[in-house]
């Protein structure tokens, strides 16, 4: 099983051979296949298709799916704008999971592997020293700040599946299930949150991270 990341690895080359791609090249083609097909449909071969070579090319420049899929995770992460921290830091966190938020939705692929994959690459390192800079103030020590980190990325990822699993549809089948829990009347409690009034809406994407960073790092 190879322990070196992807991205401290040589890259293969042929004998005499010329390279005909590069592995940005190869990333940018799983990103492309994942946003148009979803996540099940990169696989080695289909992505080798979209470049218009052989799969066993691609072997040239990663070993494996799972060199693809954290290559993708990492490249996405070049999205984010990370300016120089200035204010609170908790708005400095916030204004991160914001445009983490707007990467996941625009890439409906990315929460599955943000909450199933820790590989970190050279983008999410930027990332991670940006976090760690926005909290050097912070009285915490340094557990504490990675453990927000990874709170941040995993509530992030998390919520944004919720949005793009939430579409009418899916509410619509929730709705008639609860009714017929209701109707049933075994579940006293969730029957009496139900109908004791007007459901509160639920709370903005902000709003709960902000809740639960406060309670990890403080005021």
Avoid at 33 to 55: C, I, N, P, Y
Wanted: charged share 20%; net charge negative; hydrophobic share 45%.
């Amino acid at each position: 099983m190879e322990t070196v990341p992807v991205w401290l690895r040589e890259r293969r080359t042929g004998v005499g051979r010329p390279a005909e791609r590069s592995r940005a090249e190869v990333t940018t083609a799983a990103i492309a296949l994942a946003d148009r097909e979803g996540l099940a449909a990169v696989s080695m071969r289909r992505v080798a298709a979209e470049l218009g070579t052989g799969a066993a090319s691609l072997y040239r420049y990663v070993d494996s799916r799972d060199d693809l899929l954290d290559l993708m995770v990492d490249e996405v992460a070049a999205g984010y704008d990370l300016p120089a921290p200035d204010g609170p830091w908790l708005a400095g966190l916030l204004e991160v999971c914001r445009q983490g938020r707007e990467l996941m939705l625009r890439h409906g692929w990315l929460p599955e592997l943000v909450l199933t994959r820790s590989a970190l690459g050279p983008h999410g390192a930027d990332l991670l020293e940006h976090v760690l800079a926005v909290l050097a103030g912070h009285p915490a020590d340094v557990g504490r700040k990675l453990e927000a980190y990874a709170v941040m990325n995993t509530l992030t990822a998390a919520l944004a599946l919720n949005e793009l699993n939430g579409n009418a549809g899916a509410r619509q089948r929730q709705g008639a299930y609860l009714a017929h829990v209701i109707a049933e009347g075994r579940h006293t409690h969730l029957t009496a949150a139900l109908t004791s009034g007007p459901l509160v809406p639920a709370p903005r994407f902000e709003d709960t991270v902000s809740r639960v960073l406060v309670g990890l790092l403080g005021e």
